[in-house]
Nanobody, 124 residues
Framework: VQLQASGGGLVQAGASLRLSCAAS??????YAWFRQALGKEREFVAA????????KYANSVKGRFTISRDNADGTVYLQMNNLKPEDTAVYYC????????????????????WGQGTQVTVSS
């Protein structure tokens, strides 16, 4: 099983970035992105349920970020628009073979597989 995250970088406030997570080795039911800023705890960003493409977002990113999955190759994306300095963090993709209900999709302890993280830095 491998989750390979990429796409991070240094951008100015208001810019966009798209993160990618190449997920392979298992049939995953739920995917998610989490982030961890320096000195802070890891927090939920977005999640997607494969069966019905239902999504869930943290309030702080709702309307700016979009999680999606390419059915052709299983890559999961996080499109981030109108980035803010407070979005600066290491972003991690996560996946689980189980299909979680919407109310549980934001719980990091439910994901068994994690990528290595990609740094996103937003300057003001």
């Amino acid at each position: 099983v491998q989750l390979q995250a990429s796409g991070g970088g240094l951008v100015q406030a208001g810019a966009s970035l798209r993160l990618s997570c190449a997920a392979s080795g298992r049939a995953f039911g739920t995917y998610a992105w989490f982030r961890q800023a320096l000195g802070k705890e890891r927090e939920f960003v977005a999640a997607l349920r494969r069966s019905d493409r239902n999504t869930k977002y943290a309030n702080s990113v709702k309307g700016r970020f979009t999680i999606s999955r390419d059915n052709a190759d299983g890559t999961v994306y996080l499109q981030m628009n109108n980035l803010k300095p407070e979005d600066t963090a290491v972003y991690y993709c996560a996946a689980d073979t189980r299909t979680w209900i919407t109310g549980s999709m934001g719980r990091d302890n439910l994901y068994d597989y994690w990528g290595q993280g990609t740094q996103v830095t937003v300057s003001s």
